[in-house]
Nanobody, 121 residues
Framework: QVQLAESGGGLVQAGGSLRLSCAASEAIRAVNTMTWYRQAPGKQREMVAILTSGGDTKYADSVKGRFTISRDNAKNTVYLQMNSLKVEDTAVYYC???????????????WGQGTQVTVSS
């Protein structure tokens, strides 16, 4: 079964930048939605950014103008560029691919294991 591997998290000072990657273990033939979520301690998981197969994007109000979601089809990878990071962006970030058709089959929803982002003041 296809697996998603996130990377790029770490510790950064407020105002800094990070780029998260979400790489699929198998070639992606089609995908309906590519979404980044985050979950801070004691809080519910929230949608951060979504990219549809048609190229539409949507962002949480808290990250608009600072975060950008994108994909590289050749690398089977989805990215989240995060600029002007704030302390409140600290969370575990997860990627999700919805309606994923890959070389081995189809899965309705695939999740990565998460990557920690910590923003210090």
């Amino acid at each position: 079964q296809v697996q998603l591997a996130e990377s790029g998290g770490g510790l950064v000072q407020a105002g800094g930048s990070l780029r998260l990657s979400c790489a699929a273990s198998e070639a992606i033939r089609a995908v309906n939605t590519m979404t980044w979520y985050r979950q801070a301690p004691g809080k519910q998981r929230e949608m951060v950014a979504i990219l549809t197969s048609g190229g539409d994007t949507k962002y949480a109000d808290s990250v608009k103008g600072r975060f950008t979601i994108s994909r590289d089809n050749a690398k089977n990878t989805v990215y989240l560029q995060m600029n002007s990071l704030k302390v409140e962006d600290t969370a575990v970030y997860y990627c999700n691919l919805g309606g994923l058709r890959y070389t081995g089959g189809f899965i309705g929803s695939a999740w990565g294991q998460g990557t920690q982002v910590t923003v210090s003041s």
